[in-house]
């Protein structure tokens, strides 16, 4: 490789890094400037972080996590006592197993919505089991180095869900194999609004918020409103569970 396709490769590198770090700077304060001159008032004084908390059967494992993620100044990592202010915790796993399962509910359960699966393996009968616990983001384990795992975990802070496609793919079959053997003539439940269908429809595309937005000309707080008035009210976790939801009653 030339010496000026390597230089253009690591700008290429710093400016990715640059990027999700501003993201990370205005997750925590949106009223932070990207410019990089001098900075007053609130910016000056600190801005809170992502509080992250990892759980995993060996230490290695969370050892690597931690390493991965502490390189971000925007994340900030806890332990497991749970105190005040952690956004989302990420569990690592080789496999589901019960032992897997308890400990996604617990977390949910607890209040903690935003929840982050790595995982090595997933059979196709425990993915909608661990949607349904409230997991929105999932990533392979041979995936999530630095960049994924940060991606992951700032996605689970916005709220957003966050399924590799091959793993999506898996949970339109196994939901569409249940609509298949529903009972015939089973009446569809009223529960969605034709807006609240479109939204879902393209969540279940892999459309993120700014996507759905921009595809159906609604503003992003609109899309975020839609979903957050459709999870609350059918009391769906977040937003793979809501897709979930109407593909097995049959809207989407």
Do not use: F
Request: aromatic share 2%; proline share 3%; glycine share 10%.
């Amino acid at each position: 490789m030339l010496p000026a396709d390597t230089h253009r490769l690591g700008q290429g590198s710093e400016r990715e890094e640059l990027r999700m770090q501003q993201a990370l700077d205005h997750r925590a304060d949106p009223t932070r400037s990207t410019h990089h001159g001098p900075r007053t008032g609130a910016a000056r004084r600190g801005t809170a972080r992502v509080v992250v908390e990892i759980h995993a059967s060996d230490p290695i494992s969370k050892a690597g996590a931690a390493h991965h993620l502490c390189q971000y100044p925007g994340i900030a990592l806890s332990d497991e006592k749970r105190p005040e202010g952690v956004a989302v915790a990420v569990v690592i796993a080789e496999s589901v197993d019960e032992t897997v399962l308890q400990t996604l509910r617990r977390l949910t359960r607890g209040g903690l919505g935003n929840v982050v699966l790595v995982v090595g393996r997933i059979r196709e009968s425990q993915l909608l089991e661990v949607v349904e616990c409230g997991v929105g983001t999932i990533l392979w384990r041979h995936e999530a180095d630095a960049t994924r795992l940060l991606q992951g975990v700032l996605a689970a802070a916005r709220g957003d869900g966050n399924l590799p496609t091959d793993l999506l793919g898996r949970l339109l079959t196994q939901v569409g194999r249940m609509q298949r053997s529903a009972t015939e003539g089973t009446a569809v439940p009223v529960g969605l609004s034709e807006r609240e269908t479109d939204v879902l429809r393209l969540v279940a595309d892999g459309l993120d918020t700014t996507e759905i937005a921009a595809r159906l000309s609604y503003s992003e707080r609109t899309v975020k409103n839609v979903l957050h008035g459709l999870t609350s009210r059918l009391h769906l976790r977040n937003r793979a569970h809501a897709v979930a939801y109407a593909l097995r009653e049959g809207y989407i």
